[in-house]
């Protein structure tokens, strides 16, 4: 990267921050917050969490349910006051010069496992019960429970969340019928790319490293630009603690986990210290697996039946191992909080080709964000700067990842340099919002043998305003952004739609508009409309060769328009001691869609004619659909949880006109029933678990659906396997209990997951073309914190 490419990346984000810091000094940082929190029979808590999101400062409770944060600025704050098994309180607080606020808390007790705030999506952190915009979370226990080796396969039994996977080591979230470069996956709030244009390029990041998930229901172009028009998934690091006192703090969690039909084992530690000025925390996880099961039934080879699978029992070439982990650092300077994190994921493993042979993958990528808090009267300023690499290395056909990275066909390297600032403002003439500006260089570098795609850059910059409005049961927000991208790909003499360099530019407006009314105290309206969209990708426009990992020639178009959407949601919310439930239905306009589609005639196919080959279109589309998600306590013993997940999909112009969308999810009722047990001697916090999930049948899309080529009519005759899918249920059950050793409990959890060792194949399944679906598994995950 030039000295002219770096002095004009940072240049406008140096004078913004020069401009928005000059007159905070550290007489602005005095100010301090202390308190206890105790249960309603005035039993103290430990280890409650006590979090300021908007400046990423925290504290946990000690012994005696005490806590104090000290240095914090004069301005006005929300605290955010949290423990698992109690109703999560929120206090705003306004601190002046010198000033001591002293807090004492009561919560009181809930089964109703929900975050208190949300960061994601929206102008400034708020309660997710009242925010116009559709946002989930994964958080505690429960993220504990659901963390895998994949982002798809951790949030795949959330509400509206589905995942697109291939084996255990591979999956990708979708969002209400979105994903790959439509559904972007941020890290602490800064977009990640990770080659997502593949059905098997899962997400390079482990859910592990971070403390939190909050998944964007919807377009979400307005704060993160372009790929968010379907949805995003924002991991949120832990949050800074210092000591306070001229002490040194350190505690941590050991965990380890089982799967038995891979025979996956995980190990993973967490640690976090502080001093007074001083915040360290980090981890590092362990995962390695052989190939998983499917149920133990007769192949295509010996019942000679058309779409039976090919491959059953045992899934050759599925194994994979990784080895991933984080590290953060927080300064409590005079003028604000700096901090410093680094993430890194490096993962190993192979896919399973209809031929029976493997291809090596070899996964690396590294995340650096380095930003600051910066606080002054009635303004947080946040500068922010980020670094990834990305390296992606595969093997030619028949090769597994052992023999990587010296038989590396394809090899990949991505930069990608990020630079934000946001300036939000807190309780200004009652409005609180963000106004900010982004600069993002990408670099991406075809260095291996096949030259699927090109190597070249873009310059991407932005400017948006969100902000938020709110009197009495009434918030309003509105927002808008403008994108303009300068890019340039470098010519080659193996791809003919890029005979020589081809530079061009693109640019987009996106906006956003939301209220909330509080019909009462228990129930909210919400209503809100997002323009959305996406830059077609390097891939998109000039993808020309084999892709090994979906066995089709691929071939991009280069005269392809940005992808452009209006996205239409409302929910009714409702919330009181019983009950927790939501219901959303949303309908998503969408101009230029792009996909791919089945081309053997296509005038730029190469001789001879290989298989299969797919092109690059687009026509206009639309989706509807709903959602409902309702939590139920019925007794002191019992919650009663159920959702329902509906999608319909149509192209609305083009030659498959009327046709449905490709990889839509199926219809989907998950239920579940979660027994309280009484606690038995040292046994603290038993339940039992039993959760039913419940699939339609789903009928491939056409000519353009991924894998389609497993259905009949599609290219050559292949008797084995399919595309479209029958329906199945799903049965898991699981038990879990805590046990407490020094006032802090070790949390056991066992789970046996698809009980029946159902035969079945899921949809959204990339191996439903020639294997089944996992079979049964007996999961045990184990969590022990320490304090020193």
């Known amino acids: 990267m030039s000295i002219i490419k770096l002095n004009r990346l940072f240049m406008p984000i140096l004078l913004i921050f020069i401009f928005t810091t000059s007159n905070i000094n550290a007489e602005n940082f005095n100010g301090a917050i202390k308190g206890k929190v105790f249960s309603e029979d005035n039993t103290p808590l430990y280890g409650a969490h006590i979090a300021l999101p908007s400046i990423n400062r925290g504290a946990v409770t000690d012994g005696n349910g005490e806590f104090v944060i000290t240095n914090l600025p004069n301005v006005n704050l929300r605290v955010v006051i949290s423990y698992i098994g109690y109703e999560s309180q929120i206090l705003n607080i306004d601190l002046e010069n010198n000033q001591i606020i002293e807090l004492n808390v009561h919560l009181k007790p809930t089964t109703f496992n929900t975050e208190p705030v949300v960061v994601t999506g929206n102008p400034y952190a708020v309660n997710p019960l009242n925010s116009p915009q559709d946002v989930s979370t994964l958080s505690g226990r429960e993220k504990l429970r659901s963390e895998s080796s994949s982002l798809g396969k951790t949030l795949e039994n959330m509400p509206g969340i589905y995942n697109l996977s291939a084996g255990s080591v591979a999956g990708k979230p979708v969002i209400r019928g979105h994903t790959g470069e439509r559904v972007l996956i941020l890290s602490d709030g800064v977009a990640q790319e990770y080659q997502q244009y593949g059905e098997r390029h899962s997400p390079n990041i482990d859910a592990f490293s971070y403390d939190r998930i909050e998944v964007i229901k919807g377009a979400a172009s307005l704060l993160y630009g372009s790929d968010a028009m379907g949805g995003a998934v924002n991991l949120i690091p832990h949050p800074f603690h210092f000591a306070s006192d001229s002490g040194f703090d350190l505690n941590g969690d050991l965990n380890s986990g089982y799967f038995s039909n891979n025979n996956e084992y995980m190990i993973g530690l967490k640690f976090d210290g502080s001093s007074e000025l001083f915040s360290l925390n980090g981890n590092i996880i362990k995962r390695k697996a052989d190939n998983f099961h499917t149920p133990d039934v007769a192949p295509y080879s010996i019942t000679q039946k058309r779409g039976d699978p090919k491959f059953t029992g045992k899934i050759p070439n599925t194994n994979f191992e990784q080895i991933n982990g984080s590290l953060g650092l927080g300064y409590l300077s005079p003028i604000g909080i700096f901090t410093f994190q ?130 009495n049961k009434l918030t309003l927000n509105i927002g808008g952004r403008f994108d303009y991208r300068d890019q340039i790909f470098y010519g080659t003499t193996t791809n003919p739609l890029l005979p020589k360099d081809d530079r061009r530019s693109y640019s987009s407006f996106s906006g956003s508009f939301g209220a909330a009314y509080k019909l009462n105290d228990q129930l909210t309206l919400t209503g809100d409309i997002n323009r959305g969209f996406r830059t077609p990708s390097f891939f998109n426009l000039y993808v020309y060769g084999y892709h090994g990992g979906v066995f089709a020639f691929q071939i991009g178009n280069p005269n392809l328009k940005n992808e452009t959407s209006l996205d239409f949601s409302s929910s009714l919310r409702f919330r009181n001691n019983i009950f927790n439930t939501h219901l959303t239905v949303f309908h998503n306009i969408i101009y230029n869609y792009i996909f791919l589609y089945d081309a053997p005639e296509h005038p730029l196919a190469p001789t001879p004619k290989p298989a299969f080959i797919f092109a690059q279109d687009q026509a206009d589309a639309r989706m509807t659909g709903l959602e409902l998600a309702i939590d139920a306590n019925l007794f002191d013993w019992l919650q009663l949880s159920g959702s329902y997940s509906k999608i319909k999909s149509e192209f609305t112009s083009g030659p498959w006109s009327k046709g449905g969308l490709p990889l839509m999810p199926p219809d989907r009722i998950m239920l579940s029933a979660k027994f309280l047990l009484p606690d038995l001697s040292i046994i603290k916090s038993p339940y039992f678990l039993i959760d039913g999930k419940f699939v339609s049948s789903k009928k491939a899309a056409g000519i353009y659906e991924p894998f389609g080529q497993f259905d009949d009519g599609i290219g050559p005759d292949i008797a084995f396997g399919v595309c479209s899918t029958d329906k199945y249920s799903l049965l898991d059950l699981g038990v879990g209990f805590n046990i407490y050793l020094y006032k802090q409990p070790i949390s056991v959890d066992v789970s046996i997951t698809n009980v029946t060792n159902e035969v079945y194949r899921d949809f959204l399944d990339t191996y439903k073309g020639y294997a089944l679906s996992p079979g049964r598994s007996v999961n045990l995950k184990l969590n022990v914190p320490f304090v020193f």
């Open 342 to 471: 680094y993430d890194h994921f490096k993962n190993e493993n192979n896919f399973l080709l209809p031929t029976g042979l493997p291809i090596g993958v070899g996964l690396e990528n590294q995340i650096v964000n380095i930003k600051w808090n910066l606080p002054f009267e009635n303004f947080i300023v946040k500068p922010k700067f980020s670094y990834q690499k990305n390296h992606r290395q595969a093997t030619r056909e028949g090769l597994s990842y052992t023999f990587l990275p010296d038989s590396a066909a394809v090899d990949l390297i991505l930069n990608v340099y990020t630079a934000r600032v946001e300036v939000e403002n807190v309780n200004l003439f009652n409005i609180s919002g963000t106004i900010g500006t982004e600069i993002k260089f990408y670099d991406h570098n075809n260095v291996g043998r096949v030259p699927l795609q090109p190597t070249g850059s873009f310059t991407n910059y932005a400017i948006f305003i969100f902000e938020e409005w709110q009197k």
